[in-house]
């Protein structure tokens, strides 16, 4: 295996990532609280923890892949209201737009989708042993966390409960005991709700992860190697998640943590207040799922990113080049014979050195693109070189799968040879009224 280091906002430094069961890697990824259309900031998460999972799937890692749909939340009994349906059909057509949306963008659908609903008794359970070992209680119906009991709370985003503590507002009326504990169980009279010996409600968003993760990987005492979201959720939500692992489990839920940066629309930063939210399924539309891949994987995931007309636009360009040469050279290559499974490129060069450097996808895109000025080459040179041509096609083929660069390709019939030999051929003897009329035939093909 090689060597892949990362980022663990744990630790703030570059780890070598070693697994915890030799040869597999299990990764949680925060998922998006479906009441609403999402916008294109709930697709940077996809796009590189896809690519994350795609790198060790090529490297040879067996990958468990969870992502779950919050699908419960004010947000949701809201917009519900709003639209006059239940918060199921809301929630349902939300996610159902969300895993096209995952398709389109060239992402893998998770392995594992859980969502707080269907692990409520697990939930409750997690959170009455907090409630009998102390770390939890419960207040006129709710349950609180508490983080006084945490020695080591703060370890993610380098807050401290004093500095928490002396910048926070105590309302006359709370019901904590201090201002900095969260809520595990709210109590509630509207909306879905579920009977506990506290209340009737619902469960706090910080506790469904760690329940889910508790849940779907208990062989593993419910710490997993790589849990990941936006740059957002390190605080509060993946610190008060390790909080109750630690408090639970006596673990920190995860060994890496890993955070993606923003998406700033014409270098502001995306936000209601600011009217600039972009939808996904808009931005699709327009300029198609692979451009907007692409133009994600141009920016380092930790940084920011700016979504601009020109840094999309160069993205369709850069897309339609890849797709032309990337299709001609899959044409010639099966006119000569070649079948293009068993063509292999290999992984043992740069573009795997960039992307086992916490996903330098900038860089190793630079060296995917430098290789498809090679194909481009090969394909002009004459005779035609077949061995170098099918090196190239190889080498992108596992690059773009890497990436997640989803790029078809006509798979040729014998009468779809023939029929591309006959416009060959009428090129050749300069008969363009036959080779036009030829063309127009491969054209509707998808051939040409």
Not at 39 to 45: D, S
Not at 85 to 98: D, G, M, N
Not at 256 to 271: A, R
Not at 353 to 360: H, I
Request: hydrophobic residues 35%.
């Amino acid at each position: 295996m090689r060597k892949v280091m990362l980022f663990s906002s744990l630790g703030n430094e570059l780890q070598e990532f070693k697994p915890i069961k030799e040869g597999k890697v299990s990764i949680y990824v925060c998922g998006p609280t479906v009441y609403n259309h999402p916008h294109i900031g709930n697709m940077r998460p996809v796009i590189v923890f896809d690519t994350w999972r795609r790198l060790f799937i090529s490297l040879g890692y067996d990958v468990t892949y969870v992502s779950n749909y919050t699908d419960v939340d004010d947000k949701i009994i809201n917009r519900a209201k709003e639209l006059g349906i239940s918060e199921k059909e809301l929630t349902e057509s939300v996610i159902a737009e969300f895993r096209r949306l995952v398709e389109e963008t060239g992402s893998l659908q998770p392995d594992v989708t859980p969502k707080p609903t269907v692990y409520m008794d697990q939930m409750i359970q997690y959170i009455d042993e907090m409630v009998k070992n102390g770390s939890a209680y419960e207040s006129n119906g709710d349950v609180y966390f508490r983080v006084s009991k945490d020695a080591d709370y703060g370890c993610l985003s380098g807050n401290t409960v004093e500095s928490l503590v002396s910048g926070a507002r105590i309302d006359v009326n709370d019901q904590k005991e201090s201002p900095v504990d969260f809520a595990l169980w709210k109590k509630t009279e509207e909306g879905i709700k579920w009977n506990t010996p506290w209340s009737e409600g619902r469960p706090g968003w910080h506790t469904e992860c760690c329940v889910m993760i508790n849940s779907i990987f208990a062989d593993q005492n419910g710490l997993i190697d790589i849990h990941g979201g936006g740059f957002d959720l390190k605080f509060p939500h993946h610190e008060n998640e390790i909080a109750q692992s630690e408090a639970h489990n006596h673990n920190r839920l995860a060994n890496y943590w890993l955070h993606n940066g923003f998406i700033n629309i014409d270098n502001e930063k995306m936000s209601k207040s600011l009217g600039n939210v972009i939808l996904a399924k808009d931005v699709i539309a327009k300029y198609g799922g692979m451009p907007l891949r692409l133009m994600m994987l141009n920016t380092h995931y930790r940084a920011p990113l700016s979504f601009t007309e020109e840094t999309i636009g160069e993205a369709v360009k850069t897309y339609g080049k890849i797709s032309v040469a990337y299709k001609q050279a899959a044409v010639a290559l099966q006119m000569e014979g070649v079948d293009l499974e068993k063509v292999s490129g290999g992984n043992e060069d740069a573009f795997y050195d960039e992307m086992c450097n916490d996903l330098n996808t900038p860089n190793a895109l630079t060296i995917a693109l430098a290789e498809l000025k090679n194909l481009n080459q090969a394909l002009r040179t004459r005779p035609l070189d077949v061995a170098k041509l099918g090196e190239s096609f190889g080498k992108l083929r596992d690059y773009f799968f890497t990436l997640g660069i989803k790029v078809e390709y006509p798979k040729l019939s014998d009468e779809d040879k023939a029929l591309y030999q006959k416009y060959l051929d009428a090129k050749a003897n300069k008969d363009f009224t036959t080779s036009d009329s030829l063309r127009s035939a491969l054209i509707e093909k998808g051939i040409l």
